[in-house]
T-cell receptor, first 112, second 112 residues
Framework: DGGITQSPKYLFRKEGQNVTLSCEQN?????MYWYRQDPGQGLRLIYY???????QKGDIAEGYSVSREKKESFPLTVTSAQKNPTAFYLC???????????FGPGTRLTVT | AQSVTQLGSHVSVSEGALVLLRCNYS??????LFWYVQYPNQGLQLLLK??????LVKGINGFEAEFKKSETSFHLTKPSAHMSDAAEYFC??????????FGKGTLLTVNP
């Protein structure tokens, strides 16, 4: 079955540690996205990538980093510079401009 | 620039009653419009999409939405609510780039 996988489902880290969230897709989509979701705030775009080896900052990129070395993979690193990293993180992919995005199941990160 | 406003962060209906979730958008180009549903601790699932074909769009689970350009609206409806419809619903707009802009979501509660 084609889809998007995110791992792990739940992640716990101590403050000051970097952590990397995994996102893999087998839909053969060119574009991939990372969103952060907090209660009552909808989805906020962190980074997106239209093609391999290229990515752009979204609305809340500070404290995050990404890479896109393979079409299938778009990992997100939450660095220690992110002031409030505890949130639900969603990865998505799409075929291109303006078109629907398909979402993974999400990773809930808790930093204490 | 694109924006989405979902009127009502929380809507409560009785089982069997009409569901109406409101979405207004702004876009500088002809929009692509989407409704997504999210169940607790899960990713977003596409309900339906408008991509400039028919203005009345039918989606999964008995939902439909009507694109009204004059009102810049794309409200989601379902004639008869079911308990399984309880979830959070997001409206989104896409345009000339790879990004979607999401509303803040409407939590639908269905009472027995």
């Amino acid at each position: 079955d084609g889809g998007i996988t995110q791992s792990p489902k739940y992640l716990f880290r101590k403050e000051g540690q970097n952590v990397t969230l995994s996102c893999e897709q087998n839909l053969n989509h060119d574009a991939m996205y990372w969103y952060r979701q907090d209660p009552g705030q909808g989805l906020r775009l962190i980074y997106y990538s239209q093609i391999v080896n290229d990515f752009q900052k979204g609305d809340i990129a500070e404290g995050y980093s990404v890479s896109r070395e393979k079409k299938e993979s778009f990992p997100l690193t939450v660095t220690s510079a992110q002031k409030n990293p505890t949130a639900f993180y969603l990865c998505a992919s799409s075929t291109g401009t303006g078109l629907e995005q398909y979402f993974g199941p999400g990773t809930r990160l808790t930093v204490t | 620039a694109q924006s989405v406003t979902q009127l009502g962060s929380h809507v409560s209906v009785s089982e069997g009653a009409l569901v109406l979730l409101r979405c207004n958008y702004s876009s500088s180009v002809p929009p692509y419009l989407f409704w997504y549903v999210q169940y607790p601790n899960q990713g977003l699932q596409l309900l339906l999409k408008y991509t400039s074909a028919a203005t009345l769009v039918k989606g999964i689970n008995g939902f439909e939405a009507e694109f009204k350009k004059s009102e810049t609206s794309f409200h989601l409806t379902k004639p008869s609510a079911h308990m399984s419809d309880a979830a959070e619903y997001f409206c989104a707009v896409g345009g000339s780039n790879y990004k979607l802009t999401f509303g803040k979501g409407t939590l639908l509660t269905v009472n027995p």
